[in-house]
């Protein structure tokens, strides 16, 4: 199956083993192994990404870019086949070969309040380093992807159009949500605030969307698929959701669901050891915004996916987006019970 593929990129499939690797969710990963070097073969997966030539033209304008103004950082853009190209288009897709950062890790669940210092440190880098770069000279690879003004206008949109079963369901939720309306006009604050930039953010903040070392040290950040222009808040607020709360979103036991303290202070020390000369006086007053600002609007989209009848995310069983709305609308408790202090 892959003979094709590997050919276009002068590799001879009779000197190299494919095997599927990872636990990405979105894309098809594989590691290529030949004699030589060893790569990551990706088929970018369309139903999430419509336009995979917007992402090959995004890294490519970002390599560009770094290739002048920070040639030490470590940043894994697909190598060119024979034809030149870094994205190859077959009947059975669109293919991208990365080289495999060798002696790297990654991990599915934190482990230690290190490695999540370690993981703010690199996306705070990432950031960091392309601070130079004209962010909205990037493709908008998924629209609207943190836009919380109008997933709140599709949460409202899904209410008015539910079955009158599952609307009755999801009452408590509903209204906990629209109390906390506050959090959607604060995003509308910042948007509108003209010292708070829109920046290259990488959008996808997952833990093992950062490979390390054998040490444990922080190496790189890769799936650079989400980069897009965005608002600092993105990042640091996705990493406050994964990473605060030992369980996921798929917990259904929430007595399970708390906040650890040390693992804000680690994401806050990683993150501003880096962007801590970067970020302007405005965007650090939205620090611990970024928290709830991220888990709403997950809270959110799991509600009105629930609304809709499981459209978007599927269900695996019957009330599994239900369930995963009120997971987060319990992390988003706790959270806020502890806002003023995670500060401190
Ligand atoms: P997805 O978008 O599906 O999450 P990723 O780009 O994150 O795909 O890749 C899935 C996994 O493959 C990563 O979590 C990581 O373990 C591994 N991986 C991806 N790129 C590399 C690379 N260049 N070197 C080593 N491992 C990698
Ligand atoms: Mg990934
Ligand atoms: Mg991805």
């Known amino acids: 199956m892959f003979e094709n593929i590997l050919r276009i990129y002068g590799l001879n499939p009779d000197e190299t083993n494919v095997q599927q690797f990872g636990d990405g969710l979105i894309n098809h990963t ?19 990404f419509k336009k995979p030539v917007d992402i090959d033209e995004n890294l490519t304008m970002l390599r560009n870019y770094l290739s002048k103004a920070n040639p030490e950082y470590l940043f894994i853009s697909p190598v060119s086949a024979s ?19 060798d002696g790297s890790t990654s991990v599915n669940a934190l482990t230690s309040k290190d490695e999540a210092y370690e993981a703010a440190k690199q996306f705070g880098k990432f950031s960091k380093i392309l601070a130079g770069f004209k962010a909205e000279e990037l493709n908008i690879t998924i629209p609207n992807f ?8 599709q949460f409202t949109e899904a209410c008015r159009n539910s079955s009158s079963e599952r609307l009755e369901k999801a009452t408590e939720c509903i209204n906990f949500i629209n109390e906390h309306q506050d959090i959607v006009n604060t995003y509308r604050e910042i948007i509108s605030n003209k010292n708070i930039p829109l920046r290259v ?37 996705d990493m406050m959701r994964t990473y605060l709360c030992p369980a996921t979103e798929e917990e259904t036991d929430f007595s399970k669901i708390h906040i650890r303290k040390e693992f804000f202070k680690a994401i806050y020390d990683g993150y501003m050891e880096e962007m801590a000369t970067v970020l302007t006086d405005d965007e650090k007053q939205y620090f611990n915004y970024a928290g709830k600002f991220i888990i709403y609007m997950q809270a959110i989209r799991f509600l009105a996916d629930y609304l809709q009848n499981d459209v978007y995310y599927g269900a695996k069983y019957e009330d599994h987006n239900f369930n995963r709305a009120k997971n ?16 401190n």
């Open 30 to 48: 594989w590691k290529v192994e030949t004699k030589k070097e060893n790569y990551i073969l990706q088929k970018v997966n369309t139903e999430v």
């Open 83 to 101: 034809n030149g190209q870094s994205l190859i288009h077959t009947d059975a897709g669109y293919y991208r070969l990365f080289p495999f950062v």
């Open 146 to 153: 943190h836009n919380l003004i109008l997933r709140y206008e």
């Open 201 to 237: 953010i990488h959008h996808d903040t997952k833990i093992n969307n950062v490979l390390f070392d054998g040490q444990n040290k922080g190496l790189c950040v890769i799936d650079l698929d989400t980069v897009m222009p965005g608002y600092f808040i993105s990042d640091v607020g």
């Open 328 to 343: 987060q609308i319990v992390l988003l408790q706790a959270y806020l019970k502890l806002e003023k202090e995670l500060m």
